[in-house]
């Protein structure tokens, strides 16, 4: 058992929900809302945010799922840290620290509107959403690396 597991199972008997009720409402398969309560399966940190708010948990599911990785883009950021494409790069480099820092607020704000996108359509339905989350991701971080050098 793990700590997610009982957590998950204490709330649903807090709440009086089985697992099909659960189920229907985060929505997922049964089978896999079982699977995470008998501590067989780990939930991605996208369906521990969603089990959070259907079971009103105040974050503490979510807490305990694991933290996504942070992935560089493939197509904007080479294994080191540096730029593919090199135009970018020229006029990354005549921006100020504070026009960097915008930046990446706007690169921030990308990043959460493909997230909300991605928990209203569902993880299957999304797809496409994850390419432009990782190309987002990628970029953000090669700029804060900018930044901090």
Do not use: Y
């Not at 009103?56 to 599911?61: C, E, F, I, T, Y």
């Not at 359509?121 to 050098?149: I, N």
């Amino acid at each position: 058992m793990s700590e997610f597991s009982d957590q998950l199972r204490r709330l649903m008997a807090e709440r009086g929900l089985g697992v099909r009720e659960l189920s229907r409402r985060v929505p997922c398969n049964p089978g896999h809302v079982s699977q995470l309560r008998s501590g067989q399966k780990r939930p991605s940190a996208q369906t521990a945010r969603r089990l959070d708010e259907v079971l009103d948990a105040g974050g503490v599911l979510a807490a305990l799922a694991p933290r996504p990785v942070a992935r560089r883009a493939s197509g904007f950021v080479t294994p080191g840290g540096g730029f593919t494409d090199v135009p970018m790069q020229v006029r990354l480099t005549a921006f100020t620290a504070g026009q960097l820092d915008e930046l990446i607020g706007h690169l921030d704000d990308q990043w959460h509107a493909l997230v909300k996108t991605d928990n209203l359509l569902g993880p299957r339905h999304a797809l496409a959403g994850v390419r432009e989350l990782e190309a987002v991701a990628g970029l953000k971080a090669a700029l804060a690396d900018t930044l901090a050098a």
